[in-house]
């Protein structure tokens, strides 16, 4: 089955610095690439997603890059903020199945 | 706002005992899901729904069972627990279709089996 494969596992950053996190997933029948944050304590929240007939989508901070090709992801925020601190997770979809596969997480912690 | 609620929030249970994690959604989603979380391993799909009275396999449903009376309600069993099963477990609902599948979860349910 699908694997979801995140890169770093975690990362420390000054506030204000820009940050690319990495994913990378195997099954070529996954269409849809959903990513959510998950503050401490807190459930997780959808922050961005790309179809696989996009290369890039931007929101606010955040850009989300797509290659189909070598079935890569990468998530860059840029201007980091306290508020920031999180793990992020990026997540995999086939639709006729309609589940999300996760990977491991990343936890981004912004110093003030 | 889509509105996942879990319940209980925190569960201390003992080997071999039952437990029941319950899960509510006021979205009208069809599919539910139930996943774990482990540090190193994110989240692990259990079992999910397709709608009431479906319940599918996920990537680690042993020693779980599942059960979907409704379409709002969506219970995880463990009838046997064990201290493995001592986790984060996540409930969430969501619709797949054109738009994508954006899941909204729940709090989450912290259960420790001693």
């Known amino acids: 089955g699908e694997q979801v494969e995140q890169l770093p596992s975690s990362l420390i950053v000054q506030e204000g610095a820009s940050v690319l996190i990495n994913c990378s997933y195997t099954?070529?029948?996954?269409?849809?690439f959903p990513w959510y944050k998950q503050e401490p304590g807190k459930r997780l929240q959808f922050i961005i997603d790309i179809r696989s007939n996009m290369e890039r989508k931007q929101t606010q901070r955040l850009t989300l890059l797509f290659d189909k090709k070598t079935k890569h992801l990468s998530l860059h925020i840029t201007a980091t903020q306290p508020g920031d601190s999180a793990i992020y997770f990026c997540?995999?979809?086939?639709?006729?199945?309609?589940?999300?596969?996760f990977g491991q997480g990343t936890k981004l912690s912004i110093k003030p | 706002e889509a509105a996942v609620t879990q319940s209980p929030r925190n569960k201390v249970a003992v080997t071999g005992g039952k437990v029941t994690l319950s899960c509510n959604q006021t979205n009208n989603h069809n599919n539910m899901y139930w996943y774990r979380q482990d540090t190193g391993h994110g989240l692990r799909l259990i079992h999910y729904s397709y709608g009431a009275g479906s319940t599918e396999k996920g990537d680690i449903p042993d020693g779980y069972k599942a059960s979907r009376p409704s379409q709002e309600n969506f219970s995880l069993i463990l009838e046997l627990a064990t201290p493995s099963q001592t986790s984060v477990y996540f409930c969430?609902?969501?619709?797949?279709?054109?738009?994508?599948?954006?899941?909204?979860f729940g709090e989450g349910s912290r259960l420790i089996v001693v």
């Open positions: 969430a609902s969501g619709d797949p279709g054109s738009s994508g599948n954006t899941l909204y």
């Open positions: 099954d070529s029948a996954s269409v849809y």
């Open positions: 997540s995999a979809s086939n639709y006729n199945q309609g589940k999300l596969i």
